[in-house]
C-alpha cells in the first residue's frame, strides 16, 4: 500500500513538472536577465569562467580528428625520445671509448716528438675575412671577400672554413679579394686519399661534387674515404681535410666536400708561406735612370 501511494506521488511530480517546465524555463531566463541587468560584472565573469572551464572540451568535440592525432603524435614522440636517447647513450659511450684512445694517442706522440726531436710545425697567420659576393653561376664557382691586400691578402693563399679547406685567393684588390672555390671549372687542387695515401688532383667542374683526376695507380677507393690536401707542387701545406668520397662509378670518383658553397659567411685566409697554384706577388724592381741623365 506504502508502495503504491509513493509511486502515485511520483507520477503526480512528474506530471506537474512536465506541465509547468516550459513556464518554468520562462521565469528563469526572465530572472537571469534581470540578475544581468542589476549586476553585468558578475554575469561577465561567470560567463567568463564557464567559457574558460567548457573551452577545452569543446575544442575537443570540435575537432576530434585533430585530437586524436595530437595524441598519437605525443605517444610517437616519446618513443622517439626514448630511442634517441638510448641511441645518444650508446654515441656518448663510443666517444669516450676514442678519447680515451686520442689522449693515449696524444701523449705517445709528445713522447716521440721529444725523442726524434721533431721540429714543430709554425703556426700559420690568418685573416678571418666575410663573405661579401657569391659570384657563383653556371660558368663558374668564386666568391667576393671583404678583405685585400691591406690586410694582408695574398695570391695563392689558402682559405679555410673551420678546418676544411674551400678554396684559394684567385685575384686581390685593396679592400677586396676573389675566392676561387675547389669545385670550380679553373680549381685544380693535389689531393691524397688518406686510407690509401693514393695521391691525384681534385679537379673542379662547376657542381657541388669535384672528381678526381690523374689518380696514381690503380688503388681500391671506397665511398666515404676522407679527402686531404697533398704537398705537391707547394701549393698547401699536407693534411687539410676537404671532403670524403660519395661515389665510384664508372672509374669517376666523385668527392662531397665537408662545406658547402651556401653554408659560407665568414672564412678564413691562411698564410702558409706556400704559392704553388698562384706565386706571391713581388714588388716591382726599382726604375732604372736612364742614361741622359745619369751622372
Do not use: C
Not at 165 to 178: D, F, K, P, T
Not at 243 to 259: I, K, Y
Amino acid at each position: 500500500m506504502k508502495q503504491s501511494s509513493a509511486a502515485g506521488r511520483l507520477a503526480t511530480f512528474r506530471l506537474l513538472a512536465q506541465r509547468f517546465a516550459f513556464l518554468s524555463l520562462v521565469v528563469g531566463s526572465v530572472a537571469l536577465m534581470l540578475l544581468g541587468k542589476a549586476d553585468i560584472v558578475l554575469i561577465e565573469h561567470t560567463r567568463a569562467l564557464v567559457a574558460d572551464a567548457l573551452a577545452p572540451a569543446l575544442d575537443a568535440m570540435a575537432r576530434p580528428a585533430a585530437t586524436v592525432a595530437q595524441v598519437t603524435e605525443n605517444f610517437h614522440e616519446l618513443a622517439n625520445i626514448r630511442t634517441e636517447n638510448a641511441r645518444l647513450r650508446e654515441e656518448n659511450a663510443r666517444l669516450m671509448h676514442w678519447q680515451t684512445v686520442a689522449r693515449r694517442l696524444e701523449s705517445e706522440n709528445v713522447v716521440l716528438h721529444e725523442n726524434l726531436n721533431v721540429i714543430p710545425d709554425p703556426d700559420p697567420a690568418f685573416v678571418t675575412a666575410r663573405v661579401i659576393g657569391d659570384m657563383g653561376s653556371a660558368f663558374g664557382h668564386s666568391m667576393l671577400l671583404g678583405a685585400g691586400s691591406k690586410d694582408g691578402v695574398r695570391k695563392g693563399q689558402a682559405v679555410l672554413s673551420g678546418e676544411a679547406l674551400i678554396g684559394h685567393i684567385a685575384e686581390v684588390g685593396q679592400r677586396s679579394s676573389r675566392l676561387l672555390l675547389i669545385t670550380d671549372i679553373n680549381s685544380r687542387t693535389p689531393i691524397l686519399v688518406e686510407s690509401t695515401r693514393t695521391k691525384a688532383i681534385l679537379t673542379g667542374d662547376n657542381t657541388v661534387r669535384p672528381r678526381l683526376s690523374y689518380v696514381a695507380g690503380s688503388p681500391t677507393i671506397s665511398v666515404g674515404d676522407r679527402v686531404v690536401t697533398a704537398a705537391s707542387g707547394g701549393a698547401f701545406p699536407p693534411g687539410i681535410p676537404i671532403g670524403a668520397v660519395s661515389s665510384v662509378n664508372d672509374g669517376v670518383v666523385r668527392v662531397e666536400p665537408f662545406v658547402q658553397r651556401h653554408h659560407l659567411e665568414f672564412v678564413s685566409v691562411v698564410d702558409f708561406g706556400l704559392g704553388g697554384i698562384l706565386p706571391f706577388e713581388r714588388p716591382p724592381p726599382p726604375e732604372r735612370r736612364r742614361r741622359g741623365k745619369e751622372e
